[in-house]
Structures are given as C-alpha cells and as structure tokens.
C-alpha cells in the first residue's frame, strides 16, 4: 500500500508565506508526475502545480510567480512553496503522486487546510 502524508498548512495573513510538503512511503518502486490541487467551498478541486520525475513543473495562472514546487526523489517528497499569499488562495491543499510499485496507480494525500486573512 502506498501512503501520501502531507505536513504543513495553516492560517496566514495576506502577503506572508507558507511552505506544504507530502511525502509518499509504502511499496514504492517509483514515484512519477507529483502535483498539488486545491478546493475552495463551494468549487471544484483544482491543479495548483505539478512536476515530473525529471523536474519539469507547471503552474495554474493563479499560481505563476507566487507559488514555486519542488521535489526530493530521493525522499520521495513534493513541497510547495507559497509566497505572496491572497485571500483567494484559502482551500484545503491536496498532493497527488503517480507511483509504481506494490499497487499501482494515483494516490492522493489527506488534505491540509490553508487560510490566508485579509
């Protein structure tokens, strides 16, 4: 079984910044494409950033230039780096990994709250 443990999150003031990490464990033989998705209330669950096993990285609009994601291979860990942070940016945060290995498949992480207050 493979396990996506997200640490990090919480309640921030508008401008200050907030570093999220997941790290996936279990029978795991390789770990491909890693993302994070939002859900703010009452909408749908979004990508925020995503990043290859190689390193490429993509970015929702709303995240470009604030939002910077980041991977250890080695410790099978995505983080994400939040800087600049807005009201907007309040939702429950979710990693996602593709992993090979024991089972198969996308995996996803428990969700961390993050709050950013005007």
């Known amino acids: 079984q493979v396990q996506l443990v997200q640490s990090g999150g919480g309640l921030v003031q508008a401008g200050g910044s907030l570093r999220l990490s997941c790290a996936a464990s279990g029978s795991i033989r390789r770990v491909n494409d890693m993302g994070w998705y939002r859900q703010a209330p009452g909408k749908q669950r979004e990508l925020v950033a995503g990043?290859?096993?190689?390193?490429?990285?993509n970015y929702a609009d709303s995240a470009k230039g604030r939002f910077t994601i980041s991977r250890d291979n080695y410790k099978n860990t995505v983080y994400l780096q939040m800087n600049s942070l807005k009201p907007e940016d309040t939702a429950v945060y979710y990693c996602?990994?593709?992993?090979?290995?024991?089972?198969?498949?996308?995996?996803w992480g428990q969700g961390t709250q993050v709050t950013v207050s005007s």
């Open positions: 996602a990994a593709e992993v090979v290995g024991g089972v198969s498949g996308n995996f």
């Open positions: 990043i290859t096993s190689g390193g490429s990285t």
